[in-house]
C-alpha cells in the first residue's frame, strides 16, 4: 500500500524518479484517485489544471474522497482563484494550507527556444515585476507543511528572494550563460502573434494577456515565508539560471 506517492495522469511521460511510487489517475477524474489514496495521510493538490489555469471543478468531490481516505493535513497549490478546491479545504475539518506561488522561476523554460536560435526573449509588459520563487523551495515548502504541520488554516504567498522585471531575469541567463542575450518588449497584439507562432493554445495566450495586464502589486512583493516555513533562504534567479543554463544553450 503506497504511503508515499507522486498523482500523474500518464505514468510512462511522467518520467519521475525510481524511488518515487507512482499513482495513476487525473483531477478531473474523482473516481480515479481512490486507489491513489490508500494509505495516505497527508495530500498536496492543485486548484487549477491546463494552460489557461482553469480552476477543477472537481474540489468538492476530491476532497470528499481526501476525507473518507483518511488524510488529515493538506496543502493546496492555488492560482490566487478562490476556486471550488479552495472552497472545499476551507470549509472542511481538514488540516489545510493555502499556498500561492506568484510565479516559478521555471516558467523562464519557455524563453529557452529563441534564447537558442535567436539569442533573444520577447515579451510583452517588460516592466513588470515579479517574485518568482524556484520551484524546489517551493516543493521544500510543501514538503515542511506536510510533514510538521503548525500552520493548519493559513494562506501564504510564497515567493523568491527578489522582485525583477522580464528584462532582469534575462540579463541573468545571459551571464549564466557567458553570452548576449537581448530583451526585446512587444505590444499585447505582437506578444499574440508570437506566441501562436509557437504554437500555445489561444486559452494560455488569453490568460497569459489578460493577466499581465492586471498583474496586482503583490506579485512584486517578496514575503519572507520560505525562510519562515523551512529555514532555508530563497534562492535568487541567478542561481537558478546558473543551475539550468543548459537548457538555454
Ligand atoms: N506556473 C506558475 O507560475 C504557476 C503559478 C501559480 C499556480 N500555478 C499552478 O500550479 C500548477 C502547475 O502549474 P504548471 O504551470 O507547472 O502546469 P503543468 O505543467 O500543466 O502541470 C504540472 C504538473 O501538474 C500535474 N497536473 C496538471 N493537471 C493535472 C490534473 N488534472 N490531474 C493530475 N495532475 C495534473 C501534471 O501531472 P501529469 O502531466 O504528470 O499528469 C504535472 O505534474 C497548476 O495548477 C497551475 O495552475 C502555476
Known amino acids: 500500500m503506497a504511503t508515499r506517492s507522486a498523482l500523474t495522469r500518464n505514468a510512462l511521460a511522467a518520467n519521475l524518479p525510481e524511488q518515487v511510487e507512482v499513482a495513476e489517475g487525473g483531477l478531473t477524474r474523482p473516481e480515479s484517485l481512490e486507489p491513489a489514496l490508500q494509505g495516505v495521510t497527508a495530500v498536496h493538490l492543485l486548484s487549477a489544471t491546463g494552460p489557461d489555469h482553469v480552476p477543477l471543478e472537481t474540489g468538492a468531490h476530491i476532497v470528499d474522497l481526501v476525507r473518507a481516505a483518511g488524510v488529515r493535513r493538506v496543502t493546496v497549490l492555488t ?8 472552497q472545499a479545504v476551507r470549509a472542511s475539518d481538514l488540516e489545510w494550507t493555502i499556498l500561492l506561488p ?8 519557455g524563453w529557452a527556444e529563441t534564447i537558442r536560435s535567436e539569442g533573444v526573449v520577447r515579451e510583452p509588459y517588460g516592466e513588470r515585476l515579479t517574485a518568482s520563487v524556484d520551484i524546489d523551495d517551493f516543493a521544500a515548502v510543501v514538503a515542511a507543511v506536510l510533514v510538521d504541520g503548525g500552520h493548519s488554516g493559513q494562506s501564504y504567498r510564497v515567493t523568491g528572494p527578489e522582485a525583477l522585471t522580464p528584462g532582469e531575469k534575462v540579463r541573468a541567463i545571459a551571464a549564466a550563460l557567458g553570452e548576449d542575450v537581448r530583451f526585446e518588449e512587444l505590444t499585447p497584439e505582437q506578444a499574440r502573434e508570437h506566441w501562436r507562432g509557437q504554437g ?6 488569453d490568460f497569459m494577456l489578460t493577466m499581465w495586464a492586471t498583474v496586482p502589486p503583490t506579485v512584486g512583493t517578496v514575503t519572507p515565508v520560505v525562510k519562515q516555513i523551512t529555514g532555508r ?17
Do not use: C, K, Y
Open 79 to 86: 492560482t490566487g482563484a478562490d476556486g471550488p478546491v479552495e
Open 233 to 249: 533562504s530563497p534562492r535568487p534567479f541567478a542561481q537558478w539560471a546558473a543551475e539550468n543554463s543548459h537548457a538555454f544553450r
Open 102 to 109: 506568484i510565479d516559478v522561476m521555471s516558467n523562464a523554460l
Open 200 to 205: 500555445w493554445p489561444e486559452e494560455g495566450i
